[in-house]
């Protein structure tokens, strides 16, 4: 996941590769939620492991529910339920910025309150605090139930608890339909709790939303041994004596709404073979899969089976769109994106619901396509989108609501529209980790499957003698902007410490070339593996790293392990220290570091570091090494250290790790086009 305050996108040309989705937000809090009243434990397979489900399953284990990890390689819980009764009267329940916890907890709550007793406070971020929740308290009333409003009326926080008077279920029960589904959802999944002696009947005022949400509340509620009768959709019974039984097992389905952000990437940039998602398909309970009619409708050519879609381009550039997206609420966000890559203007309608979501998406959408060009009417209930005449790099604001970062991350396709001419600009995505709230690792499965020429991606170097800072630096900036580091110093030192392990002489150029153009090794934050082992501690040795220098001269040696190095040239960017990145291994990078500092400033660090590590070390000793070093590796032949003409020095004598990091983030951001 990326937790950096942005991630910036190149621009991207390409993508062809399978994916597997995260499994659905909706079905799974949903099925934690009925798995924690039901009788019985329940195995739940897929479960999405994000921020939303979290906080679900942080209040059934409040709530007394018991929650183990499922057996299998795919993320799951076991969970034993309440059998319909409270073993925890009163609690106080945080539940993030998760609607689909909020609503539903709340009946549920309620109701089971006002049946056996108890206080609940539930509350969330102030976002939720601002999502309107009225509709399903004035249902609730009614009935009997008693709720305080702890903030704003109409609002999270609430308060609910025993009331004056028994349950009242007698005459029907009315909820309106027209501001979010999840208050119906949330009453549908409450109330078989209480649906004893007489049934139970809902009905709904003014004009039902987001339909295909209601459908899989009641698929599920089947699967719990709930069967609700329907007529249309305004009147919704609960048969008498309904009680949820557990089905034993249950797996998630991939998340729909998740899906429309491959569907409409295959629909741009899938020209050499298709994008494969797999996890959800054809037959999926979830409204969301109604947006591969949408994306065919705009040109993408989708085949869909059990489990599985595949999308090609087809028309290009895409074709724009007159469509009601009441029953694709979530995922017509993304056709807003997709209406950046189409000839004529989109209008996208019935998305009223927008408003009351993780932040007033209409309002938000319309300011962020704007920045990169494109022209935009927002309604109260629509979005026309024309595309940009010219697109302008832009730093999107994600309003810490998932899904603009997800969908905007597919302007960086810019490029590949016939006015853009290859060229294409760049997008920032700040905020990036909000994306947790449904696909923590959206960005990463994004970039397993685009291609994109590794000459296009961006790189940083940091050049510079023993000691200066740079892999520290390094490290930190790769850090502060997400991308990728590559210590090519710990690449020498590795076939240093290979060629001492297998008694290859530092003379024998052929053998020592031979081992470094097979050297088994991964990097990743923290480690450093030679064949299967971790190394970090044996390559900080200083004879390891006087034995690099000695095999770093060596031109058969640097040949061999060029490919290896240029390998980490991956999206989203790299960040590569050394000797030689500016000059030859990157010499076309974006930007160049020389950092350097006095040579009584780097034994002090470097002494430091050892006595840190427990080393004792004389500073002289350590100054006199150091100056050795430094004179090998400027006067060997090939790659000697030096900084490249177009290398911006920095003598950080004087500087903290801080100031240096500092120094070099702020060079790169005068670099960029936001
Ligand atoms: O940065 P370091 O101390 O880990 O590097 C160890 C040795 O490897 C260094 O003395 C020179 C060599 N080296 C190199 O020649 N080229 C690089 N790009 C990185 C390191």
Redesign the pocket.
Known sequence: MFNTPFLDLPPLLGAAGSVRLPGSKSISNRVLLLAGLCEGTTAIHQLLDSDDTQVMLAALRTLGCKVEAASGDDYGVRISGLGGRLQVREAALFLGNAGTAMRPLTAVLALLATLQGGRFDLSGVQRMHERPIGDLVDALRPLGCRIDYLGQEGYPPLRLQTGAAPLQINAPICVRGDVSSQFLTALLMALPLAAQASPVVIDVTGELISRPYIDITLKLLQRFGIEVMREGWSRFTIPAGSRYRSPGEIHVEGDASSASYFIALGAIAATAGPVRIEGVGAASIQGDVGFIDAARAMGAHVEAGAGWIEVRRAQWPLRAIDLDCNAIPDAAMTLAVMALFATGRTRLSGIASWRVKETDRIAAMAIELRKLGATVVAGDDFLEVTAPAAWQAASIHTYDDHRIAMCFSLAAFNALLPQQAAAGVAVRILEPRCVAKTFPDYFETLFSIVQTPAARIPVITI?GP?ASG??TVASAVAGALGYHLL???????ATALAASRSGIALDDETGLAGLAASLDLVCSAGSVRLDGFEVMDALRDEAV?AM??KV?ALPAV?TALLRLQLSFRQLPGLVA?????GTV?FDKADLKIFLTASAATRARRRQAQLIEAGISANIDTLCAELEM?DA??KTRLV?P?KAAEDAVLLDNSFLSIEQSVAAVLDIWEQRRPF
């Open positions: 050049d023993s740079k892999g210590d090519s110093g710990a690449v020498y030192r790293g690099a220098s770093a640097r220290d050394g000797r030689d990145m291994i070093r090998r590796d790659a250290l």
